[in-house]
């Protein structure tokens, strides 16, 4: 028997949220504390809390939810102890009236006694996944934002929130998608899998070369576009339904969790 | 608490096996004895099996070896109690120096003892479990035999066994092709997901429209075909290896076995 060793390091993603919440972090979480799950957030007052988790439960892809908070409680102790989500996301974006406002690195100031936080499961997960598996993603590998669409694919309304999906794109050779799928099938909770490949114009996309949210597409001949439903849809959502009051992260600038994304993988 | 049940009818698998025992029934076993995994029938001399063994281990998903029996020994036990590979499939070929040259209903005169029967995965457990999820399959339900066709692609050698790979064709919406994918992913011991969708060309198929193995596509616009490493393809590799004798079911003349699809169903 020898005697338990005490963690050699500090964990990564505690580590990662402490220099968020100190603000000696304010860009993307991208590619940070590698294996742990980053999550999507938004935050409304209660009176259409209910309403937006209805909406999650009917549109499991764009929007899969893993934690809600008590109103008026900024912690997710299901994703990580002492998560604090005023203050342990680098960037945010601050919606009035359904019109993005202002960006903020600490809501603090704004909090309110009536705010519930959503926290949805995010496609880095997968990404993780894939890349483990040997399956190349052209975006990382050029160190670019992934292409992002607005689509003519109406999510399921849910009291006042409705609005059109918005997908990522990531392109591969056909036997790289077929493992694309199966793969990313396994992780339900984090979008899943794609839901669309091939003809872009089917499912109303206007261009593929003209991402609406970003990226620049780099198809080459003999790869397949995959689309998978992404979780900027609420963003969509959230300006169509236009909430007096709302918060989400920015883009690409997540809440980091204790929780691994293997936690995610259906067995 | 109540008296145990004795079961009400005799299990359909086995029974089907009877029927195909006493001569009763010859024709195709598709579609029979629903939920229970039917199988594709090797059977070499001893002195092919090893390399045949191996051959399946390096191709597993066209040859997904999943019993085979002793020399001599016509059972197999792991699939069925009191299953003989002599007499309970409907048809078989029997191949001498690679040529099919006659087919029969019975094989106990042909039966030697330094013979091995190799059963394979078949591809009806994963199309039970597309129509399961509704996923419709075309040649299904206009009652036409499955596309089937002989690829480019080459299987990777092991002895004297080489030989090109067949793939059994469904086609599909691309939404329906995404489940179809997720699907047959869970069934690896039996051809698993397809190896190939879209373009034909890609893998060596000659025409579309000429399925070397039966079959009539109808393809309808927006539908994707999806290709499926097949079962068919231990019998070209027969053709090239050319044992001096080897017998094989005949195509949709499959092994019954007592065994549940869903026991093959990845977790």
């Not at 690409?252 to 993988?265: A, C, Q, S, Y």
């Amino acid at each position: 028997m020898t005697e338990p060793t005490a963690p050699s390091t500090v964990d990564p993603a505690r580590a990662l949220r402490d220099e968020i919440r100190a603000g000696r972090h304010t860009t993307v979480t991208t590619g940070l504390a590698p294996g742990y799950l980053q999550a999507n957030l938004v935050i409304l007052p209660a009176d259409w809390a209910e309403e937006f988790a209805s909406f999650c439960a009917a549109n499991p892809k764009p929007c899969p939810l893993i934690a809600r908070s008590e109103p008026g409680d900024p912690t997710l102790p299901g994703l990580g102890s002492g998560i604090d989500v005023r203050s342990d996301l680098p960037r945010y974006r601050v919606f009035r009236d359904g019109v993005a406002a202002t960006e903020e690195t600490d809501i603090a100031a704004l909090w309110r006694d009536d705010l519930v936080a959503f926290a949805l499961g995010c496609s880095y997960s997968f990404e993780a996944a894939l890349l483990e598996a040997g399956v190349p993603i052209r975006h990382i590998e050029q160190g670019k934002k992934v292409c992002t669409y607005l689509t003519g694919l109406d999510t399921i309304p849910a009291g006042r929130f409705h609005g059109r999906m918005v997908v990522s794109m990531r392109n591969f050779t056909v036997a790289n998608a077929i493992r694309a799928i199966e793969i990313t099938s396994r992780y339900p909770r984090v979008h899943g899998a794609p839901i669309h490949f091939g003809d872009s114009s089917a499912i109303g996309i206007a261009d593929i070369d003209k991402p609406e949210f970003g990226g620049e597409p780099d198809i080459r001949p003999g790869e397949v576009p995959l689309f998978w439903a992404c979780g900027v849809t609420p963003q969509t959502v959230i300006e169509a339904a236009k909430p007096p009051f709302c918060i989400t992260h920015k883009a690409g600038h997540m809440l980091v969790t204790d929780r691994l994304n293997e936690e995610f993988r259906q067995a």
